[in-house]
């Protein structure tokens, strides 16, 4: 089987894991790794902080929590997204509101959000999905009309590029995953960026319990969100390397848009102007006009040896997030739709061009 993803890990990586672990950094925030991951991956996105949490979903939540947000508050939400960018919202007591897709990137549609604010909006939530960044620019310019707080999700985008600046640098706070599918993991760890020095702050005080002066006396409900310096480790080696990891996921795609060029009913990913894609995941839509539905085709794959895996549910068709009280049926059209035709194609950095070949002959014989 061709996974849909492996991570790319080696001696380097468990020779730094086992240097911190004889040196004790096995747990708190002592010892030299935590603190230089987070200065130098701030440096690599061109912020002034980092703060290292527990994961992708804890660097969402935490950047919800330090804006101390009034309960009940509503928070706009790219409809299309893995639903960690929702529960940043529920899990402090808000309410996230889909904002649907657009059919160009897959990004949230930037038109709708203005129809969506109200008297209780108080941020917008961008998922930069599968590696395309939303124009910040325009987003920044909407938000500020609105007076929203802007946290991205770029849990899928490390060193993607809107107008030459990186995605995690545009917002009040940039919130990252450093899962095991993701361009560089920790095995499991999340980075928060942000320009802020009062945020960086409150982010670091609310990762470790909010402990006080005298150490245990909390003003504050805080969090257990700490990163163990062997997992800062391991994320040193793999930053070191970013870029060329990021070399390797366009060439994949490159390779991929230009195979399956005119086979029809399959859209291929986009890469604008002013955006760098990193193509986190190479994503394509299955359309009418192939013989074949998005569920048939991944069958059809799997029974040649190769994986897939569908896009994500949007928010809008999500049960548990319909079930809360002050639900919002927004329409979400485009995000359903492809939530039903979406389907990415294995996109591991060691994808070999043979095995680019065979997925690709495979969903040509598909096609007819």
């Avoid at 996230?96 to 203005?114: A, F, Q, R, Y």
């Avoid at 955006?275 to 192939?290: C, K, P």
């Avoid at 919002?328 to 492809?338: G, H, S």
Wanted: charged letters at 20%; aromatic letters at 8%.
């Amino acid at each position: 089987m061709i996974p849909v993803f492996e991570p790319s890990l080696g001696d380097e990586e468990i020779e730094a894991v086992v240097a911190a672990i004889r040196r004790g950094e096995i747990s708190g925030s002592f010892g030299i790794e935590i603190e230089s991951f987070e200065r130098e991956f701030a440096d690599y996105v061109g912020v002034r902080h980092g703060v290292a949490v527990t994961s992708g979903t804890t660097a969402l939540h935490l950047a919800v929590a330090a804006l101390d947000l009034e309960p009940g508050s509503e928070i706009l939400v790219s409809a299309s997204t893995n639903i960690a960018s929702a529960l940043a919202a529920y899990h402090n007591g808000h309410l996230p509101v889909p904002v649907d897709s657009e059919s160009i990137t897959w990004n949230l549609d930037l038109d709708l959000i203005g129809s969506l604010v109200t008297p209780r909006t108080r941020a917008v939530v961008p998922v930069h999905l599968f590696g395309h960044p939303v124009d910040m620019d325009a987003l920044a310019e909407i938000a500020s009309r609105h007076g929203l707080v802007v946290i991205e999700d770029c849990a899928e985008s490390h060193g993607a590029t809107v107008r030459g600046r990186m995605t995690g640098a545009h917002g009040a706070m940039g919130c990252f995953s450093f899962y095991a599918n993701k361009i560089i993991t920790t095995g499991e760890g999340g980075m928060i960026t942000t320009d802020d020095d009062h945020l960086a702050d409150r982010l670091r005080l609310l990762r470790n319990l909010a402990f006080g002066n005298p150490r245990f006396l909390h003003q504050e409900a805080g969090f257990n969100f700490r990163m163990t310096g062997y997992q800062a480790a391991m994320g040193r080696v793999q930053l070191r390397r970013i870029e060329s990891t990021i070399e390797a996921k366009r060439r994949i795609a490159h390779a991929y848009t230009a195979e399956l060029e005119g086979v029809g009913g399959i859209r291929t990913p986009v890469e604008l102007d002013w955006a760098r894609n990193v193509y986190w995941m190479y994503g394509i839509e299955v359309t009418d006009s192939f013989p074949l539905t998005r569920d048939e085709l991944r069958a059809w794959l799997a029974e040649g040896g190769i994986d897939s895996r569908t896009f994500f549910c949007p928010l809008s068709l999500q049960p548990f997030l319909q079930r809360q009280p002050g639900f919002k049926p927004v329409p979400c059209p485009v995000a359903e739709r492809l939530w039903t035709s979406g389907l990415y194609l294995p996109s591991s950095a060691t994808l070999s061009d043979d095995e680019i070949q065979t997925v690709v002959e495979r969903v040509r014989a598909a096609s007819g």
